[in-house]
């Protein structure tokens, strides 16, 4: 079909109304279905497009991220637990679904389960009759929002883990959490496995082959089996895979096929063209540093600008985003994380209210026929689309624009369960009677969301498929104007023990860039040549004042950076000169390099300081490089 003018549409249309009505016509086959598909559970899955990821356990109270397996279950406290609010939260960010984390690696467990003392049976909370699973997943099915759970493999409690028994122990854990809490939309098994731990008081290092230990296999079939509408995360035949890193920013282009192979990291950020297997990638980052809640962290909540560009990064290329929202100690999400949720609700729910293209006329070189018109990419309707006849792989699809429809905004979407059939392709825009191409990319998926710079009221915007494997099926091509979060201004901390490092100065350091290290931004990373012998890593401070330090926090990177590695330990010396120095406190991180969790170390006793020095003789592992993301500060309490 050749492009005709809206009014020769109209006329067209008029005319035909006059005519006799014709008989219907027979619906045009579909096209065959391309490569790995979707399943129905994946299908609706891809659907979902974000949720929430909850860390909450006894991590909370003990300021850790991987807590060792010997913690009282007594310090599992909230003073004011509060599930109906944490729903708020996640819906006010727009989050369509909630993933609570039920035991982490430590081995705690939030609900009163009869298969080990270390649980919340065993902790102050209601006296010991408390279930925090039970009243998330009540909350959630109060507000409508579908529920999931994560479930670590890892247990650092557990006297048996690393033998036969503990396997079966962990498949009663699953049957109890796929069994009492209703319907679960995702089980979550984290990759973490095997390493240092209490073990039942044992105090070893425990080894596994985690494919063959578990046998996932036959996990996920447990699950599929008493959840059969749950999607499972992470190794080889479950629903979903990682994106590879804890940053929120999938590859571009990301492909959700992937080789029939256990999962390979530098594979599953960008996945595999034309893989054998449907493993789409769902792409996990907190709103804060570490998972869990730590007061010292409230000034590097992430802002709304940065979530914007974060769905940007996953949504927008075709992922879904699990962003993690951690309860404080009271059992709340802190006040500063919902504003900042809610301002970035409220400018993804603005900005895509109303589609922009409605009214537009489609188009195209090409089309299928009866019940696969251009039009189709109009309806609103994810399960119809417009597709080309066989054989037609590059088809061009125009929408004919109201006068002054002004956007900034393009999303497009494939209908996968035909299969990911475009390979690359360009949107253009007609201004002032010629065609500038806005945008060219690889992958469209699930969907691809496109930003301009500034918006533009073109006569015509098109898609143009530069290469594919198949027919085209293409469901959606969507306009919108951008709408800004409203800003959040930034605070320091609820903690009053937390200093302001912003006040701080860099005085001198053995590389450059060392003041990344105090701008409260987990994404920024002082990095340079790992120390040798004799030539250690150092950076130096001023404090701007001089209060009775307590201690320091070492952040290290999350990014996942090849050839680069965290400290392995430290020697903090204080001074209130600059030119005199005393010893502060000397040591190794624990566990540094895979936990990649904020270090927080206590001097013995609190002295006045206005200077902080700190060395690195070596890195935790071997690397070319040496990477620090922060360092802070505390006073002792009052």
Not at 200 to 211: L, M, Q, S, T, V
Not at 265 to 275: D, L
Not at 295 to 306: G, H, I, L, N, Q
Not at 435 to 458: F, K, N, V
Request: charged residues 25%; glycine residues 8%; contains cysteine.
């Amino acid at each position: 079909m050749t492009e005709l003018s809206r009014r020769t549409l109209i006329a067209t249309g008029l005319a035909a109304s006059a005519l006799p009505a014709a008989p219907a016509l027979a619906r045009t086959a579909s096209p065959t279905p391309f490569g790995a598909v979707p399943t129905p559970r994946q299908w609706r899955w891809h659907g979902r497009e974000q949720y929430a990821f909850v860390h909450f356990s006894i991590n909370t109270f003990t300021d850790k991220e991987w807590g060792f397996g010997d913690e009282d279950p007594k310090l599992f406290d909230p003073s004011e637990f509060d599930p109906d609010q944490i729903v708020a939260a996640a819906k006010a960010g727009g989050l369509e679904g909630l993933i609570l984390t039920a035991k982490h690696h430590d081995g705690f467990c939030l609900w009163p389960t009869k298969l080990t003392e270390h649980c919340i049976r065993n902790s102050p909370y209601k006296g010991g009759k408390g279930d925090i699973v039970r009243e998330m997943a009540d909350a959630c099915r109060r507000a409508g929002l579908p529920f999931g759970l994560y479930l670590s493999p890892w247990d650092r409690n557990h006297a048996e883990y690393g033998r036969p028994a503990y396997v079966d122990y962990y498949r009663a854990q699953l049957t109890e959490l796929c069994t009492r809490y209703g319907r679960l939309f995702e089980v979550w098994f984290d990759g973490a496995n095997g390493g240092d731990g209490y073990y039942g008081g044992a105090r070893e290092a425990r080894k596994i082959d985690a494919p063959r230990y578990y046998d996932w296999p036959s996990i996920v079939a447990l699950v599929h089996k008493l959840q059969p509408d749950a999607c499972t995360f992470d190794p080889l035949g479950a629903d979903i895979r990682w994106v590879g890193n804890e940053d929120g920013v999938a590859g571009d282009p990301c492909w959700p096929t992937m080789p029939d192979k256990p999962y390979d990291q530098k594979e599953g950020n960008s996945g595999v063209r034309g893989g054998a297997i449907w493993w789409p990638a769902e792409t996990d980052v907190s709103i804060r540093p570490g998972w869990f809640y730590h007061a010292d962290e409230d000034s590097k909540v992430k802002s709304p600008e940065r979530l914007i560009r974060l769905y940007d990064e996953s949504v927008g290329r075709g992922t879904n985003l699990n962003l993690n929202i951690p309860p404080d100690r009271r059992g709340r999400i802190p006040d500063q994380d919902f504003r900042i949720l809610k301002s970035f609700g409220d400018a993804v729910r603005a900005t895509f209210a109303r589609d922009l293209a409605k009214g537009a006329v489609a188009h195209a070189s090409h089309s299928r026929g009866t019940g696969f018109a251009p039009a189709r990419v109009l309806d609103g309707n994810r399960e119809t689309y417009w597709a080309s006849p066989d054989g037609v792989a590059t088809p061009t699809l125009t929408l004919d624009l109201q006068p002054g429809t002004r956007f900034d905004v393009i999303r497009l979407r494939e209908y996968l369960p035909l299969g990911v059939r475009v390979t690359r392709f360009a949107v253009d825009a007609e201004i002032d009677g010629g065609w500038r191409t806005l945008a060219e990319h690889e992958c469209i998926s699930a969907q691809r969301i496109i930003r301009l710079d500034a918006p533009i009221a073109p006569r015509r915007v098109r898609l143009r498929v530069l290469e594919a494997r198949a027919c085209p099926a293409i469901s959606e091509f969507a306009l919108f104007h951008a709408v800004a979060p409203v800003p959040v201004p930034p605070i320091v901390s609820t903690d009053p023990t937390v200093l302001d490092v912003t006040k701080w100065k860099i005085v001198s350091a053995s590389a450059p860039g060392a003041e990344k290290l105090l701008d409260n931004e987990a994404a920024s990373i002082w990095v340079q040549a790992r120390p040798m012998p004799g030539a250690p890593a150092r950076v130096t401070m001023d404090l701007g004042a001089d209060p009775m330090l307590a201690g320091f926090s070492l952040t290290p990177s999350r990014q996942v950076m090849t050839g680069a590695a965290p400290p392995k330990g430290y020697v903090a010396e204080t001074s209130l000169d600059g030119t005199n120095w005393e010893p502060a406190a000397a040591g190794e991180f624990s566990n540094i390099a895979y936990a990649l969790s904020t270090q927080r170390i206590a001097f013995a006793t609190a002295r006045p300081a206005r200077f902080l020095r700190l060395t690195f003789a070596e890195a935790a592992v071997p690397a070319a490089r040496l990477a620090i993301a922060g360092i802070g500060g505390f006073i002792s309490p009052r």
